[in-house]
C-alpha cells in the first residue's frame, strides 16, 4: 500500500522568502508528526497532531514556523521569512493510532535548502 | 529533560556481529525505539521495548534494561546492506514524542 509521502523532494529558496511542505500520512493514521534532521544528527521534533488539532507544538523553534492539518489527514508545514539556518530535512511521519508508543512511518523528507 | 547517548560510529565485517548501545535519561519511561536511516531515506522501524529483556526479530534483536538506563540493539550475521544509521529513541512518561538520539553510522565491510 501506500505509505507516507512528502511533496516537494528538494526545495531550494532564498532567505526571507516563504515556505511550504506537504506531508500525504497513511489513510487512517491519526497521529502526525513533523520533525527536521540536519547531518549527522537524528530526526527532531517539531509538532505532533492528533487528528486535526497540534496536540504538541513545543518543537517549533519560533513564531516564523506552522502547520496545519485541517482535515485529519494531509498536514502543511509553512516557515515564514526563512533563513539559512532552517536548512534540513524536514521528515513527516503517522503511526496508526495516537498515543506514543506505536511505530511511526517516515516520509522520505523534504530537503531544504535556504541561500 | 531527556538525553540520548549513541555511539557516532562503528565498523563490523560482514557475517559478524555488532552490538550497538543506547543509554537514555528521560523523566519517566513509556519505552524505547529502534530505527534504522539509510543514508538519503527515511527512518525506518526496527523495534519497541518497554519491558526489560531481549526481544528477537530475525538477525536483529533488542534488549532493555529500565533500571540502568540502558539499551543495546544486536544484529547478526551482519550483510553489506545493514550499513545505516542506527536511531535510538526513548519515550518519557505521559510524553506521546519520541526523543532520538543523533544515531550510529554502522559501516560493514568485507
Known amino acids: 500500500g501506500a505509505g507516507v509521502s512528502q511533496t516537494p523532494s528538494n526545495k531550494v529558496t532564498e532567505k526571507g522568502k516563504y515556505v511550504e511542505l506537504r506531508c500525504d500520512p497513511i489513510s487512517g493514521h491519526t497521529a502526525l508528526y513533523w520533525y527536521r534532521q540536519s547531518l549527522g544528527q537524528g530526526p527532531e521534533f517539531l509538532i505532533y497532531f492528533q487528528g486535526t488539532g497540534a496536540a504538541d507544538d513545543s518543537g517549533l523553534p519560533n513564531d516564523r514556523f506552522f502547520a496545519v492539518r485541517p482535515e485529519g489527514s494531509v498536514s502543511t508545514l509553512k516557515i515564514q521569512r526563512t533563513e539559512r539556518g532552517d536548512s534540513a530535512v524536514y521528515l513527516c511521519?503517522?503511526?496508526?493510532?495516537?498515543?506514543?508508543?506505536?511505530?511511526?512511518?517516515f516520509g522520505p523528507g523534504t530537503r531544504l535548502t535556504v541561500t | 529533560g531527556q538525553n540520548i547517548d549513541q555511539p557516532t560510529e562503528m565498523t563490523a565485517t560482514e557475517g559478524a556481529i555488532v552490538q550497538i548501545n543506547c543509554t537514555y535519561q528521560t523523566s519517566g519511561f513509556n519505552g524505547l525505539f529502534w530505527y534504522q536511516q539509510h543514508a538519503g531515506e527515511a527512518p525506518t522501524f526496527l523495534s519497541y521495548?518497554?519491558?526489560?529483556g531481549l526481544e528477537e526479530k530475525g538477525r536483529f534483536s533488542s534488549f532493555l534494561s529500565r533500571s540502568k538506563g540502558y539499551s543495546y540493539l544486536l544484529l547478526k550475521e551482519l550483510q553489506m546492506k545493514d550499513s545505516a544509521s542506527y536511531l535510538c529513541a526513548a519515550l518519557s512518561g505521559g510524553s506521546y514524542i519520541p526523543t532520538f538520539g543523533r544515531g550510529t553510522s554502522l559501516i560493514v565491510h568485507p
Open positions: 521495548n518497554v519491558l526489560d
Open positions: 511521519a503517522s503511526s496508526e493510532l495516537a498515543g506514543g508508543t506505536y511505530e511511526q512511518y
